[in-house]
């Protein structure tokens, strides 16, 4: 992880900014989200505000970056690598009962596209 996505007019975005497990996406969503808060604040910037709102960008995303991305892919990675045959069987457990569930299925998989914050 970065320490910071912003270094004076350089900004970090998607996995520039931080590495993580390609499973899942989240590299990819989480650059088209950094991408997306990015661009509002250049408009903000455009339209007459401070360039201080790139401090913003930078705090919201690595703080995103660090809640949300890092221990999800970590979630999956472990998830994938897991030998056990009891906590696979928990997990498929698990899984089986968030898709039979159609608004647990709904938040899942509004967790893993990113989008539970926008909806």
């Not at 088209?32 to 790139?54: F, M, P, Q, W």
């Not at 498929?92 to 998989?109: C, G, H, I, Q, W």
């Amino acid at each position: 992880m970065a320490d910071t996505f912003r270094v004076g007019r350089a900004i970090l975005v998607g996995d520039s900014a931080h590495n993580n497990n390609p499973s899942g996406g989240m590299g990819m969503n989480s650059g088209i989200h950094d991408a997306a808060n990015l661009t509002e604040k250049l408009i903000r910037i455009r339209n007459g505000e401070s360039d201080s709102v790139l401090d913003d960008y930078a705090r919201e995303r690595r703080q995103y970056a660090i809640e949300s991305v890092q221990l999800y892919t970590d979630q999956q990675y472990n998830n994938m690598v897991m030998s056990e045959e009891e906590a696979r069987q928990k997990r498929n457990k698990s899984l089986a009962e968030t898709a039979a569930d159609p608004a647990k299925a709904r938040a899942y998989l509004l967790r893993a596209s990113m989008l539970e914050e926008r909806i």
